[in-house]
């Protein structure tokens, strides 16, 4: 591969992680900090991207109010997910499966139709040049994983983490716990879906489907930066889930450069998934004790 293919494919790694490390911060806040493995980002990541591309096609509101409302739609949905769990007892697996079949069809509500085009919008990237709009990226998904540390460094944040590890502790304290499984699945797929409203403006549109295998990705994402980066502490835990979601964004882009067909994509996915998955039980193993969230899956 010459420098001149090795450069933008590194641009196109950096811009697509970084959109998608934003739902892998999600799943951190839902999984690790709650232990509630969400099924609903695959169809609030859409939501997100529905909302943005109906918003910016058919209204003249601007990109930035445009991004922060896709974000409030996805707080709602993780809303609703929590409550079918908390409120209403269904599992946690089905309570997000139900809320992930319903969003689709709402997705579909909202945008009229299966996909959207953003044709002649103005969006955020306009704004951007080309050639550094990876870096900017870049430092738009590390200040939101910058105020998430900082969220989760606070009382509130160690609150957050416990109801995961032992419920009863909160309990005790005089907390309810399923208080604590609401506010995190509401953060989870508020940044779920303003990752979407980002990757609608990347690819030019908004497609019900785009979020289809979403969470197999995340998943990836973060237990190979785990098995790369062992999240000792906030601040690894965090690196974590920002390195993984780099590493398989690169993974994916050589697997593509190599000429795989689309059609084994998945096939490689879920190998990678497996792989990391040996590698992070074989670390558990001995220093399971050191890692902070909820543990294995």
């Not at 969470?215 to 930066?225: C, S």
């Not at 690894?236 to 059609?263: C, D, K, Q, T, V």
């Not at 792989?275 to 909820?294: C, D, E, M, P």
Request: hydrophobic share 55%; proline share 2%; with cysteine.
């Amino acid at each position: 591969m010459s420098i001149n293919e090795l450069i933008p494919m590194l641009g196109s790694v950096l811009e697509l992680s970084s959109i998608y490390s934003i739902v892998t911060l999600g799943l951190v806040f839902s999984f690790r900090m709650v232990g509630f493995a969400d099924l609903t980002i695959e169809s609030s990541f859409t939501t997100g991207a529905a909302i943005y591309a109906v918003l910016i096609t058919q209204t003249s509101i601007s990109p930035l109010i445009a991004l922060t409302l896709a974000g409030l739609a996805g707080s709602v949905a993780g809303v609703c997910t929590a409550l079918l769990h908390v409120k209403g007892h269904i599992s946690r697996l089905l309570s997000g499966i139900i809320m992930m079949t319903i969003l689709y069809s709402v997705n579909l509500q909202i945008m009229g139709k299966g996909n959207l085009q953003l044709v002649n919008t103005v969006t955020v990237f306009d704004a951007i040049p080309v050639n550094v709009r990876p870096f900017c990226m870049v430092l738009f998904a590390l200040l939101i994983y910058a105020v998430s540390f900082l969220l989760l460094k606070t009382h509130f944040g160690y609150l957050l983490r416990t109801c995961g590890e032992n419920p009863s502790v909160v309990e005790k304290l005089g907390y309810r716990a399923g208080g604590f499984v609401i506010l995190g699945l509401v953060i989870s797929n508020a940044l779920t879906s303003l990752s979407g409203a980002v990757a609608a403006q990347y690819y030019g549109y908004s497609d019900v489907g785009m979020g289809t295998g979403l969470i197999v990705a995340v998943f990836a994402a973060l237990i190979l930066g785990e098995s790369v980066c062992s999240p000792k502490s906030i601040f690894r835990l965090l690196a974590a889930a920002f390195i993984g979601s780099i590493l398989y964004r690169l993974a994916f882009e050589i697997g593509l450069r190599m000429n795989i067909h689309p059609w084994n994509l998945r096939i490689a996915v879920g190998l990678l998934l497996a792989v990391a998955l040996v590698l992070k039980q074989a670390i558990n193993r001995k220093h399971s004790k050191l890692f902070v969230g909820v543990g294995g899956i």
